[in-house]
């Protein structure tokens, strides 16, 4: 089923005006300007994204960047961001910015927290210094860095944890959750719940339906892109989007693999971050829509031709594949950059054409075009697990 949906004006939120199946295109509304969804997110944990300027990231057309509300309070401190007036001040950034809360930090730095249903006791790996980080200090933080969406302080667990553990972590959630709802954002601030509930499928139901009781902004599935089985995280995924409103932002935390992507899109989840295609740039892999390339390879050293013959991007308007290989072999930091630069505008044109198949009817044939690229003949194992860092999200 397609069919076109002219949702009621809205300040902030999302207009969702296509669907087809559960697959949906809209306009995600913020205080920074208006995207498309479903959108890409790249990963901006230290205010900034890694190797790219901020006019870099506006000329490939990333519209909404991610920053990590705990590590910015460790370093450089609220009080130099206060300076700049708030994160987009800081980083120079006119779009939109979405701010973890420290949540993904409870869960990967498990040597250095003390947590109980109050908050957590973090020590920095940074330097050292310790922080209890309660729900609504998390809030606080956000409220000072000014970003657009804010998202809950949340318990993620493992996903090798009990049920009994698990069923601790979803309660603690829900009741930081209503912490962070009562203490409240700025006008202009969107708050984004998380659903979690480890790998136990009545858990995630049940994280999602009682979240979905309270005004929130938009949900968040959390705890997964950390290791399962692939198909587990397809399974548990649609089993929490099932009891999310229809008509709020759903966002996949940490999920930023092509293949991964479009399975969760046709799901009919909107929003994506990861450190997927920033991290493969830094270690010599393109991503192109007939798949990856290890472009430090000795066949490229010779290779004159651009890194995708059909991208756009600056890199592969100016730049043989040779010159970059050449770059990445004498490790020269300009490959790296290079690299990211076509990564992630490989990133914005993969999103475009998902809400352009969604729209016109070819999104099987999308999907189908980028299993084969990225999936036949690796056992089609989720990949993005190998990208998400104990520290970064």
């Not at 999602?208 to 009781?213: D, N």
């Not at 100016?318 to 050449?326: D, E, I, K, T, W």
Request: charged share 25%; proline share 3%; aromatic share 8%.
């Amino acid at each position: 089923m397609s069919e076109k949906l002219f949702h009621r004006d809205q300040a902030l939120g999302l207009e969702i005006v296509f669907r087809s199946g559960q697959s949906r295109v809209g306009k995600l509304h913020t205080s920074h300007g208006v995207f498309d969804t479903p959108i890409f997110m790249p990963v901006g944990t230290n205010a900034n994204v890694k190797l790219m300027r901020s006019d870099d990231l506006r000329e490939i057309g990333v519209g909404i960047l991610l920053g990590n509300s705990y590590h910015l309070m460790v370093k450089p401190g609220l009080d130099v961001i206060k300076l700049h007036g708030g994160l987009h001040g800081f980083m120079h950034w006119d779009g939109g910015i979405l701010t973890d809360s420290g949540g993904f930090q409870v869960f990967s730095l498990r040597d250095l927290r003390e947590i109980n249903d109050d908050g957590v006791l973090i020590r920095s790996p940074v330097d050292g210094s310790k922080l209890f980080l309660t729900p609504e200090l998390s809030i606080e933080i956000q409220r000072v860095l000014g970003s657009d969406i804010v998202m809950v302080l949340d318990h993620c667990p493992s996903t090798d944890d009990s049920y009994k553990e698990a069923v601790v972590s979803l309660k603690r959630t829900k009741q930081w959750a209503q912490r962070c709802l009562k203490y409240g954002v700025n006008d202009g601030q969107m708050l984004f719940a998380i659903a979690q509930g480890g790998v136990y499928d009545d858990l995630r139901r049940l994280s999602a339906q009682e979240l979905a009781e309270s005004p929130f902004d938009g949900f968040a599935i959390g705890g997964l892109s950390l290791g399962e089985e692939f198909e587990k995280t397809l399974h548990l995924t649609g089993v929490t989007v099932e009891s999310l409103p229809f008509e709020k932002p759903r966002y996949f935390m940490g999920g930023g693999s092509p293949e991964l992507i479009v399975h969760l899109v046709e799901m009919g989840v909107d929003m994506f971050d990861s450190v997927f295609p920033t991290r493969l740039a830094r270690h010599g892999t393109a991503l192109t829509f007939s798949g990856r390339l290890n472009i430090k390879a000795a066949r490229f050293k010779s290779d004159l031709n651009p890194i995708e013959e059909e991208c756009d991007c600056a890199v592969c308007r100016n730049y043989s594949r040779s010159y970059v290989h050449h770059l990445l072999d004498r490790g020269e930091v300009l490959g790296g950059i290079l690299l990211t630069h076509h990564n992630l505008r490989f990133m914005m044109r993969f999103m475009e054409r998902l809400r352009r198949s969604i729209c016109d009817g070819t999104f099987t044939d999308l999907k189908r075009e980028v299993i084969d690229s990225y999936v036949k003949g690796e056992g089609g194992k989720l990949r993005d697990d190998s990208v998400n860092d104990p520290v970064l999200r």
